[in-house]
Each structure stands twice: as structure tokens, then as C-alpha cells.
């Protein structure tokens, strides 16, 4: 009899050991599946830079019917038992993965504190709250992806068009 509370202890601390706490504050984009920071941006043939970015692939369950039993079939090809099946949710994709790629500064501007200047500027907007340390690090990348999202490019890396619009990179003015 002594053994079950023992067990019963084991189990629990077994259990708890998959337990895994929600990460505070993760920014809802490619930051949050993959570690380390964004990639760079890199150059292209025409003297400009452009940034990648993978979008995940989104599931829905539906239902559907999955197979519990196999069928028995005969050597003669007939079928001694019918397969079983269960009414069960199943994964259906609903967007696959894709990539997408935009213009981006260059990794020469990244500087210090071309990122401060970044830092000041999303503050200056309300959307970064953090220490202006100019590191491109989580709050920072997770402030950029939030102001981007809000203008239709879901991605936590600087694009140029950003950069631009808060008044960090020189827009090119047509000649007229």
C-alpha cells in the first residue's frame, strides 16, 4: 500500500515536468518560431536591399473520419473485414506556408544609432516602451512588427518603407 502514494508522487512531478509557461510579451510573428535575431536584409543585383519573411502555415480542425480499424483483406484480394472509421477532428491547412520578401535598409545603415533613432521614433509614437539602447532586441522587434502590422506588412524586420515613414531614411523626390 506504501507504494501508491510514491507512484502517485512520481506521476505528478513526471507531468509537471511538461508543463512549459506561457513566454511573457512574444511578438506574434517569424520572432516568436524562430530564436535569435531577424536576418539581414540582403543586397540585390540593382544596389538595393530587400528582407525575407516566412509566414506559417495556418490549420483549422474540421470534422472528418479517421480509420481505427484496418480492413482484413484475403490473399485473393477479398475483403474478410470492412475497415472502421470514427468521426474525429482533423488538421485541414487553410493558408500554407509562404514567403514573401519587401525592400529593407541596407545592413550598412543598421547602425547603432540608425536603431536608437528607430527606438525614439516608435516612442515617440507610443509603440516602444523599452530602454532606447539601440539593440535591435525583442521590445524593439516586437514595436516594429506591431507598427507594421497596423500598415499591412506583418513582419518584425524594418522595412525601408517604415524607415521612411518615420523620417529615418531620405525619400526620393520625382524631378519635375
Known sequence: MSRFPALLCAAAIVGACGARAPMPDAPASRAAFQPGPPPLSEPTADGTCRAREATPAVYEHVMGEVQVVQAEIAEDGTVLR?????????????????????????????????????????????????????????????????YQTERGLESDQLSLETARALGLIAVELPQG
Open 82 to 146: 470492412a475497415p472502421v472509421y470514427r468521426r474525429a477532428p482533423v488538421p485541414r491547412i487553410v493558408r500554407p506556408r509562404g514567403e514573401f520578401t519587401f525592400e529593407a535598409p541596407c545592413p550598412e545603415v543598421m547602425t547603432q544609432e540608425f536603431i536608437a533613432s528607430v527606438q525614439r521614433a516608435l516612442a515617440a509614437r507610443g509603440y516602444f516602451a523599452g530602454n532606447v539602447n539601440g539593440q535591435l532586441d525583442a521590445p524593439t522587434a516586437t514595436a516594429i512588427g506591431k
